[in-house]
């Protein structure tokens, strides 16, 4: 496990969610268990190469052999925080679904953790493979994944045992809304959200086409007034960095 295939290296700014703006360093894993209709990261196949940006923000890439070892890796991140000290609010590790690499981070996150504070993204469906790892964490951003804008089959009970492992850390929930989210999906979240512990922000994202956000803004309105009869903290993100243009 001193080795992995890994999908890209960078660094530019968190576009989602409550830490939206601040800089951080992305790691990003290949593979991922669910097949979301608007994942803008899909990855068929193990990659030969992982995309690595030189300097923080320079645009600038290599491609290092996969797998990459966790000996580079710290390399990099160490000359990064070197060279630009405070710079980065965190290492994000994303994906894809990180938590499908369990035995790797395992071996990586102590080391990493040194650099940076780490920051997991994830679409919150293995509760088991966070339990393994999360003694290693400081930040968790957490999917509930909508049956109608992702097309999976309903995912509920996955993501409430996931949200009661990570609820001991710093923890916001994110739910992608589509124009033709049906209420329903709306209230069963913000309930499970609500049963777990009802001081954990919801984000409501809006799904993303061609760049731009692809639900009325309205109807917008009317999903933040109904999850904030349940919930004291709901917020509209839509993903800035894509207005941006940004990784």
Known sequence: MSSSPLVELFSSIQGEGPYVGYRQAFLRFHGCNLHCAYCDTVQPNS??????????????????PNPVTLTAVMELLSGWR?????????????GGEPLLHRDTLLQWLPELRTLFPLYLETNG?????????IDHLDYISMDIKLPSASG????????????ENAVEKELFVKIIVAPDTPPEEIECASLLV????????????????????????????????????????VRVIPQTHVFLNLL
């Not at 070197?82 to 994303?94: F, I, N």
């Not at 919801?202 to 009869?229: D, H, Y």
């Open 47 to 64: 990659p030969a190469c992982c995309r690595v940006e030189s300097e923080p923000g320079s645009a600038l890439f290599s491609h290092w």
């Open 82 to 94: 070197r060279r630009s000290p405070g710079l980065h609010h965190s290492l994000s590790l994303t």
């Open 125 to 133: 469906t293995l509760p088991d493979d966070l339990a393994a790892v």
């Open 152 to 163: 999976s089959p309903p995912l509920w009970e996955s993501h409430r045992k996931f949200l």
């Open 194 to 233: 609500r049963d777990v512990k009802p001081t954990i922000p919801l984000i409501l994202q809006p799904v993303t086409r061609n760049g731009v956000p692809a639900v009325p803004s309205q109807l917008l309105l009317k999903f933040q007034e109904q999850a904030a009869r349940i919930l004291p903290d």
